[in-house]
């Protein structure tokens, strides 16, 4: 019967063969540095690259500080020591590095500084020519591979944030010979038939699949293009020529989405608040003139001719009371004091004394007589009472008979 053996043990099998190789445990290769990345844990992932072949690299942390004494990037040269063996869970050989030298940049990366320098001095990259997104869009045309990642995610997100928006796709090839063509072509479609924005990109890769979006085609496209262009190329590490001639980069097709599609359920969201807001403005405007008015009405109310005419007459009205009333004192005090004096004078006339039984003399000319010595003998005089008045003769004086 035949065997049958498990995945784990022909990876297994494959890997005692490769470390039993001594030129494997033991070999130097010279290559283009592809796709580096520094992982936190300190170790470096890499690829080796030519013309027609690449190879999957490690370098770990421990080996770094004896094996590299530089800052590896992509497109540079460099020639990589250590083993070749397969890595077990993924049945997959790359070269464990110990030791890494550099021998210059790469021809691509070569390519890639050049034309930057050339584009930069004729203005490519000036921030004063970059548009502004607008705030919101209806049309978006998207250049991108029609069967990729990208796409995917883009009509997802799409769809979650507004979908209203309409999408467009311009089918481009994003990879290998005649890509840059027809993302040139898809940008000046779309330029020419009146969408809002542009979204070029494609999702990461090492800079030979992402070698397209490096060519003066799509540089020259982008820069005349007369609608905003968002570049998202799926990598953060390095920019892509097209991501320094866009008007906006994007770290990924997604995130080109999301800065050109905004969210419109959070809009709502926020027309809402300010809706709310608006009226408790309103509410407490409204209060404020009318405040104001009640303010204003009794200030015109207290300064209109008529009532002042009826403050002047009640104060008027209170003032002639108070006369009224003043001078009824007045009159009554006068009264009081004319009773007090009138007694006192009744109590003073010659009548009132009369009255107490006393008489009043005087001569036939009306003058008074206060002496006996006045009158003669035999003649007459009045005598008043308080009753009536008689005539009266003096006596003769018996002691002068």
Known sequence: MKRVFSVSQVNSYIRRIFDGDYALRNISIKGEVSNCKYHSSGHIYFTLKDAGA?????????????????????G??????????????????????????????????????????????????????????????????????????????????????????QLILYPARVQGEGAAKTIAEGIRYFDRNDVDIIIIGRGGGSIEDLWAFNEREVAD??????????SGTGHEIDMTIADYCADVRAATPSAACELAIPDIYSILQQITQYRVSL??????????????????????????????????????????????VKMEQILSEKKHRMDILSGKLTALSPSERLRGGYVFAQDDRGHPISSVSQLTAGQAF???????????????????N
């Open 76 to 165: 540079q040269q460099v020639t990589a020591s250590g083993n070749i063996t397969v890595y077990g869970r993924d049945g997959t050989y790359q070269l464990y590095a110990r030791k890494i030298v550099s021998d210059g940049l790469g021809e691509l990366y070569i390519r890639y500084e050049e034309l930057k320098k050339e584009l930069y001095a004729a203005g490519y990259f000036d921030f004063e020519r970059k548009k502004e997104l607008p705030p919101y869009p209806e049309r978006i045309g998207i250049v991108t591979a029609p069967t990729g990642a990208a796409i995917k995610d883009i009509t997802s997100i799409a769809g979650r944030r507004n979908p209203f928006v």
């Open 279 to 324: 009226d408790l403005m309103m509410e407490r405007k409204t209060d404020g003139y009318r405040q104001r008015y009640e303010r204003c009405r009794r200030l015109l109310d207290a300064r209109h001719p008529g009532a002042m005419l009826l403050k002047q007459q009640m104060r008027l009205t209170g003032l002639k009371t108070a006369l009224h």
């Open 54 to 74: 690449s190879i999957r690299c490690i370098m770990f942390s421990s080996d770094r500080a004896g094996g590299l004494n530089f800052r590896m990037e992509n």
């Open 221 to 230: 496209a982008i820069f005349a293009a007369k609608t905003p262009v968002i």
């Open 382 to 400: 009045t005598l008043i009472f308080a009753d009536g008045q008689i005539r009266a003769v003096p006596l003769p004086d018996p002691d002068n």
